[in-house]
């Protein structure tokens, strides 16, 4: 799909290429009427470029997120829940390692480690969404 917007933005860019050279040429006519559609068009031409473009950013954009939701389902497959928070798997259905948010995984569909409060042992923050969680039921595993 990718590939057929850039095919849309190569044909209208010849277009708009073509309708200015006419009105090179249509300098000499004087024909008013001629003109102002040859303007209408190059204004038209450009409108539909731009929103090809603006249509290229948004079909990018949803590559990245459709490639990080298939890494998630992915790495999910090998995440376990214990407590409040998600851990790999030890491959027995243990958890191990360091915790990653729950809120994170479950709303935003990404895994990001949480990390112990350096003024307060007793909570540990995700740094993406910010939920804070009693260290206690978020703990380091082995
Ligand atoms: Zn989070």
Known sequence: MADSVGVLLAS????VDIVNGLRAIDKGYG??????KIISLVDTLADAKLAGLKMKEE???????I???EEFILRRGCMVRYLEAYYEDKGDGEGKGQPFCSVCCEVSKKFVHL??????RNKTTCPSCGTVYASSRCPSLR
Do not use: F
């Open 31 to 36: 024909e008013s009427e001629l003109k102002m």
């Open 115 to 120: 990390i112990r409060d350096s003024t307060d």
């Open 12 to 15: 209208l860019k010849a277009a």
């Open 67 to 69: 490639a990080q939701l």
């Open 59 to 65: 079909l990018a954009d949803k590559e990245q997120k």
